[in-house]
């Protein structure tokens, strides 16, 4: 399915799974009959599953909001939550020094988004005596986005947040490593999840149940086109042609020693970034040149209502992946009361592939373009050969009369993200098949406006979902620290209306509480 | 948090009906007479909830629709030029027959009033950027509505 690319990239474990037990032919599992059976069996309240960011911020909010510890169990490939995150940030050249697109108060340490980390960052300054930083920062919060470039944080400062918070709140002790095979309801309102427990091959599978499930499995993996797919298959070659989030430094190295010209597919923030890594190769090497292929000329932006997005060098701008209503104000709103259809629309008109408007990048690009190193053209690859150790493009123009151009580069970077196509899961997909769960208009999975998914609901038994997953549902950037945050928030307040043990409600005394708590690095 | 008009209304209800009434209470002993600073606190909040229509229309023309913190304070900055204009408005008042904006001791002086109000307004401001997404974990979500 993902040709030559690292077993890590998929989310860890080169897998040679054994077949689960027979139970979970059926859509409902007797709980009598699996006690009888002899199957090792383990019980618990509350199970995440996926292990990554969106999980953890589950964890956080159900102890935050009075849940025992003991009774959660989080399952996933990775020790820390942020792992796969941070992967596939250093491999779209995002290493932690570097600054995420990422709104100050998306805090997946710390529920409440209060401090954001532009705070944190002027704190640390002044501590460290950096006086004038702290002030230049102080001023970019104020004045962002009208004087000043809206503050993002540095990658690295939101990953030992996270360790900060992991430590707080134990998770060490709460998560496990599990490769989650396949869910079923049980005849008694829970769910029981079959997962192997340990990368060895041929490893039984484990079963735990659970009466609360929540699922944020995040992207599937990398998104190749077929193009790419057919010419490794053709060539074997996973070196020239390559998707931006796979680990492809080695193209950086050879282009500083020897030079080159890469084509660039995408236009994204993902291209941006790359744009940026091969400028800063050219203060090694001037002997490197990019031609950037997007599939049309973009002159003019979405119009919703009154306003319009501005593109610039055919590059489309926004601060983040959607307009910052979308976050929390009107748009947010107008989100969740849209119907399915709207709601696609929506995401279409207000997302797409759109870049952060930063000058050091338009800098790049007007310097290119003026001295000819930096050039854009329109239109699809059709096909890809390899010729006398280079590449041979041919695009196919998308223009009335069907321009075939054939060009020669080094190598080809894909930047056209990541696939979010659910049935590339293959728990998504076993789910999808067992109990015909509905997909929204963007083809993904279909939540109500807590995030349950309606047909998995088993009496009391209740599963949610966040990230990727519910792109098309009631909010829009559920692909952001910040919607992931309000994704936990909405299902776990559901959880208190439904009288799920032990989660509490979190009134204004209780918030303040928990949030000195936080702030002193005591336990929930 | 970015705000929605019944998110800015019950916001600035809240802020000015604690904080600022608290505030105000402060003002009220130092200048010995609490009835003008109440009545001033009333004015920039009713005054308020009309600016605020038309801030939501001009948050309505940005593609975010978003409002940066520099507009509130642009918005703070004209709210206060309404207000002392409206008690220095003396030939307003003549021509309806009154000594001066209802309620507001004629002898006020601009340093009194622009103390009063910047304490309040930056108060209000950084609990709005700060705790009021501690103490209501939803507010931020939710447009600055609390109810």
Same mark, same amino acid.
């Given at each position: 399915?993902?040709?030559?690319?690292?077993?890590?990239?998929?989310?860890?474990?080169?897998?040679?799974?054994?077949?689960?037990?027979?139970?979970?032919?059926?859509?409902?599992?007797?709980?009598?009959?699996?006690?009888?059976?002899?199957?090792?069996?383990?019980?618990?309240?509350?199970?995440?599953?996926?292990?990554?960011?969106?999980?953890?911020?589950?964890?956080?909010?159900?102890?935050?909001?009075?849940?025992?510890?003991?009774?959660?169990?989080?399952? $996933?490939?990775?020790?820390?939550?942020?792992?796969?995150?941070?992967?596939?940030?250093?491999?779209?050249?995002?290493?932690?020094?570097?600054?995420?697109?990422?709104?100050?108060?998306?805090?997946?340490?710390?529920?409440?988004?209060?401090?954001?980390?532009?705070?944190?960052?002027?704190?640390? #300054?002044?501590?460290?005596?950096?006086?004038?930083?702290?002030?230049?920062?102080?001023?970019?919060?104020?004045?962002?986005?009208?004087?000043?470039?809206?503050?993002?944080?540095?990658?690295?400062?939101?990953? %030992?947040?996270?360790?900060?918070?992991?430590?707080?709140?134990?998770?060490?002790?709460?998560?496990?490593? $599990?490769?989650?095979?396949?869910?079923?309801?049980? #005849?008694?309102?829970?769910?029981?999840? %079959?997962?192997?427990?340990?990368?060895?091959?041929?490893?039984?599978?484990?079963?735990?149940?659970?009466?609360?499930?929540?699922?944020?499995?995040?992207?599937?993996?990398?998104?190749?086109?077929?193009?790419?797919?057919?010419?490794?298959?053709?060539?074997?070659?996973?070196?020239?042609?390559?998707?931006?989030?796979?680990?492809?430094?080695?193209?950086?190295?050879?282009?500083?020693?020897?030079?080159?010209?890469?084509?660039?597919?995408?236009?994204?923030? @993902?291209?941006?970034?790359?744009?940026?890594?091969?400028?800063?190769?050219?203060?090694?090497?001037?002997?490197?040149?990019?031609?950037?292929?997007?599939?049309?000329?973009?002159?003019? $932006?979405?119009?919703?209502?009154?306003?319009?997005?501005?593109?610039?060098?055919?590059?489309?701008?926004?601060?983040?992946?959607?307009?910052?209503?979308?976050?929390?104000?009107?748009?947010?709103?107008?989100?969740?009361?849209? #119907?399915?259809?709207?709601?696609?629309?929506?995401?279409?008109?207000?997302?797409?592939?759109?870049?952060?408007?930063?000058?050091?990048?338009?800098?790049?690009?007007?310097?290119?373009?003026?001295?000819?190193?930096?050039?854009?053209?329109?239109?699809?690859?059709?096909?890809?050969?390899?010729?006398?150790?280079?590449?041979?493009?041919?695009?196919?123009?998308?223009?009335?009369?069907?321009?075939?151009?054939?060009?020669?580069? #080094?190598?080809?970077?894909?930047?056209?993200?990541?696939?979010?196509?659910?049935?590339?899961?293959?728990?998504?997909?076993?789910?999808?098949? @067992?109990?015909?769960?509905?997909?929204?208009?963007?083809?993904?999975?279909?939540?109500?406006?807590?995030?349950?998914?309606?047909?998995?609901?088993?009496?009391?038994?209740?599963?949610?979902?966040?990230?990727?997953?519910?792109?098309?549902?009631?909010?829009?950037?559920?692909?952001?620290?910040?919607?992931?945050?309000?994704?936990?928030?909405?299902?776990?307040?559901?959880?208190?209306?439904?009288?799920?043990?032990?989660?509490?409600?979190?009134?204004?005394?209780?918030?303040?509480?928990?949030?000195?708590?936080?702030?002193?690095?005591?336990?929930? | 948090?970015?705000?929605?008009?019944?998110?800015?209304?019950?916001?600035?209800?809240?802020?000015?009906?604690?904080?600022?009434?608290?505030?105000?209470?402060?003002?009220?002993?130092?200048?010995?007479?609490?009835?003008?600073?109440?009545?001033?606190?009333?004015?920039?909040?009713?005054?308020?909830?009309?600016?605020?229509?038309?801030?939501?229309?001009?948050?309505?023309?940005?593609?975010?629709?978003?409002?940066?913190?520099?507009?509130?304070?642009?918005?703070?900055?004209?709210?206060?030029?309404?207000?002392?204009?409206?008690?220095?408005?003396?030939?307003?008042?003549?021509?309806?027959?009154?000594?001066?904006?209802?309620?507001?001791?004629?002898?006020?002086?601009?340093?009194?009033?622009?103390?009063?109000?910047?304490?309040?307004?930056?108060?209000?401001?950084?609990?709005?950027?700060?705790?009021?997404?501690?103490?209501?974990?939803?507010?931020?979500?939710?447009?600055?509505?609390?109810?």
């Amino acid at each position: 399915m993902y040709p030559n690319i690292r077993p890590q990239e998929r989310g860890g474990v080169a897998w040679s799974e054994p077949p689960l037990p027979s139970i979970f032919a059926q859509q409902e599992v007797s709980m009598a009959g699996l006690k009888q059976s002899g199957l090792p069996l383990e019980e618990t309240t509350y199970l995440a599953i996926g292990g990554g960011i969106g999980s953890f911020t589950w964890v956080d909010h159900l102890l935050i909001h009075g849940v025992d510890p003991s009774q959660i169990v989080a399952l $996933g490939f990775e020790a820390k939550p942020y792992a796969r995150c941070r992967r596939l940030c250093c491999n779209s050249q995002i290493p932690d020094h570097e600054r995420l697109r990422s709104d100050s108060g998306g805090t997946p340490d710390n529920i409440w988004g209060w401090p954001g980390y532009a705070v944190r960052e002027i704190w640390h #300054d002044l501590q460290r005596g950096h006086v004038w930083h702290a002030a230049r920062l102080l001023w970019q919060i104020f004045s962002e986005p009208v004087l000043s470039e809206p503050f993002t944080p540095k990658a690295g400062h939101v990953f %030992a947040s996270v360790d900060r918070e992991a430590r707080r709140i134990g998770w060490d002790n709460i998560r496990r490593f $599990g490769h989650v095979r396949a869910i079923r309801k049980t #005849d008694d309102g829970r769910y029981i999840v %079959a997962y192997s427990p340990t990368r060895a091959i041929k490893c039984k599978p484990k079963l735990i149940v659970a009466s609360y499930v929540h699922l944020a499995v995040g992207y599937p993996g990398a998104r190749f086109l077929p193009d790419l797919i057919s010419y490794r298959r053709r060539t074997g070659d996973c070196h020239r042609f390559v998707n931006a989030y796979e680990p492809h430094d080695h193209l950086y190295h050879h282009l500083r020693q020897f030079g080159g010209t890469v084509l660039l597919r995408g236009r994204g923030i @993902t291209a941006s970034r790359v744009i940026q890594r091969l400028n800063e190769e050219r203060s090694y090497n001037a002997n490197i040149t990019i031609l950037h292929l997007v599939r049309t000329p973009k002159s003019r $932006g979405p119009q919703y209502e009154y306003a319009r997005r501005r593109p610039k060098n055919h590059f489309d701008h926004q601060t983040y992946n959607f307009p910052k209503s979308c976050f929390g104000g009107d748009f947010r709103f107008v989100m969740e009361d849209a #119907d399915d259809r709207q709601r696609a629309e929506l995401v279409d008109l207000w997302g797409g592939a759109t870049t952060a408007k930063r000058g050091p990048w338009e800098d790049i690009i007007e310097t290119g373009l003026n001295e000819g190193w930096y050039q854009i053209r329109f239109g699809h690859i059709d096909r890809v050969e390899p010729t006398n150790g280079k590449l041979t493009t041919v695009l196919q123009g998308h223009s009335a009369w069907r321009e075939e151009t054939k060009i020669q580069t #080094d190598f080809i970077i894909d930047a056209t993200g990541l696939d979010p196509v659910p049935e590339r899961n293959p728990l998504l997909q076993d789910l999808l098949h @067992t109990y015909r769960i509905s997909k929204n208009h963007k083809g993904h999975i279909k939540v109500t406006n807590d995030f349950e998914i309606i047909e998995l609901q088993n009496g009391a038994g209740r599963i949610y979902a966040s990230g990727v997953m519910t792109l098309g549902g009631p909010f829009a950037p559920v692909d952001s620290f910040v919607g992931l945050q309000y994704t936990a928030q909405r299902s776990v307040e559901s959880l208190v209306r439904s009288g799920a043990p032990g989660v509490r409600r979190l009134g204004p005394v209780r918030s303040m509480r928990q949030w000195v708590r936080w702030a002193r690095g005591v336990r929930p | 948090m970015i705000p929605t008009l019944l998110g800015r209304w019950q916001t600035r209800l809240f802020l000015l009906n604690t904080v600022g009434a608290l505030i105000t209470l402060i003002f009220g002993f130092l200048f010995k007479d609490f009835w003008t600073p109440f009545v001033l606190l009333e004015y920039i909040l009713w005054f308020g909830f009309i600016w605020d229509i038309l801030y939501n229309l001009l948050q309505s023309l940005r593609w975010d629709r978003d409002w940066p913190p520099l507009f509130f304070v642009g918005g703070g900055v004209l709210e206060a030029l309404l207000v002392w204009g409206l008690v220095k408005a003396n030939f307003l008042w003549a021509i309806l027959g009154l000594p001066g904006l209802p309620g507001v001791n004629p002898g006020l002086t601009f340093a009194q009033f622009a103390a009063h109000y910047c304490t309040v307004f930056i108060f209000t401001l950084l609990l709005m950027l700060s705790l009021m997404k501690v103490i209501f974990l939803k507010w931020r979500f939710q447009g600055g509505e609390l109810f």
